[in-house]
């Protein structure tokens, strides 16, 4: 796999044989074997790359779900509202409490001032005078502890809401309105930061694969180009698993199966040009250079690699090294 690594795939076949660009010219040459990748194929599955789960914060009831399967989402939305009826009551019990130790306020003040104008007369003493202050000040201090309970339990109550904690595609919605949730429960899975392709190889490939080999996805358009980004040191069941980078992945569907073809090794064939190659009643021809002239030979095309920027056809039978191939234009002439 040296030869891969240090090479792109469209100038391997012409750098591992400098005849073959002879025989594309005009001039014919003899036939020479070319090194050319052997391919693996594989189904790859498209993942996303951040796969992140909005949990609730709060325990209670789904009142409002705002978001299905497939919705585009971004960071910090508002996918969920969960609410604790029990934060009301709480919330009400501490009015109460609050209600009860003001009115106490009102009246240690009251007492406090008399206090302090019966000490300017001389009538009672400042230890009954700091008696009465202690204790307004241990009531206002209870009303403010009461307020901090009133904010921890309004925190609460906030964070029932559930927020997108990325942006991208809703994956996963395994809950639905109505239904009673824990905290930490995930109410949501969005997946973000782009997709890649994940293969899993059989394990006796595992050393010819080696990151920044180039791969070819196929797709309803043709063959498209990506690069082997990382392979895991782990085998499972027998599989090597490995991830592929193509720009352009589509993220619509998490999950779908992709045809790749990996290189796992080379071999020798013998490529003629595809426009040299004749067809007649549905049989394969080419035309050889012969002491008598011009013959056609038919063969058994097979893979067409480009080359150059020239589509070249290996022959998987038919030709033997050596054998000069003309141009498809002199065959016509003959």
Known sequence: MSLFRTLPIVALTALAAPGLA?????????????????????????EARDRVPARARLGGTLVELSVTE???????AVLARVVDDK????????????????SQLGNAEADLARGEELLKSGVTTVQRVDALRTGVDVLKGQLAALAAQADVISQQAAEGVVLAPA???????????GAVIMPGEPVAVIGGGGTFLRIAVPERHALALDAGDAIRIA???????????????????????????IEGLPDTFVGA??????????????????????????????????????????????????????????????????????????????
């Open 70 to 76: 497939g919705d585009e989402v971004a960071a910090g």
């Open 257 to 334: 199966r992709m045809l790749v073809r990996l290189p796992v090794g080379e071999r020798a064939a013998l490529m003629v040009p595809r426009a040299d190659i004749v067809t007649r009643a549905g049989l394969d021809f080419v035309g050889l250079q012969s002491t008598d002239g011009v013959a056609l030979r038919s063969i058994v095309p097979g893979e067409v690699h480009q080359i150059d920027g020239v589509a070249m056809v290996e022959v998987i039978s038919g030709l033997v090294a050596g054998d000069v191939v003309v141009p498809a234009s002199e065959v016509g002439h003959e």
């Open 219 to 245: 797709d309803g358009d043709g063959d498209r180009e990506g690069v082997l980004a990382r392979v895991y040191p782990l085998i499972e069941s027998g599989r090597v698993v490995a991830d592929v980078e």
């Open 167 to 177: 942006a991208g595609r809703v994956l996963d919605v395994p809950v639905t309105k």
């Open 22 to 46: 002879t025989s594309v010219m005009a001039d014919p040459a003899p036939l020479a074997p070319v090194v050319v990748p052997e391919w693996k194929a594989v189904y790859g599955t498209v």
């Open 87 to 102: 934060l009301d009551f709480q919330l009400a019990a501490l009015a109460a409490q609050e209600s009860a130790l003001a």
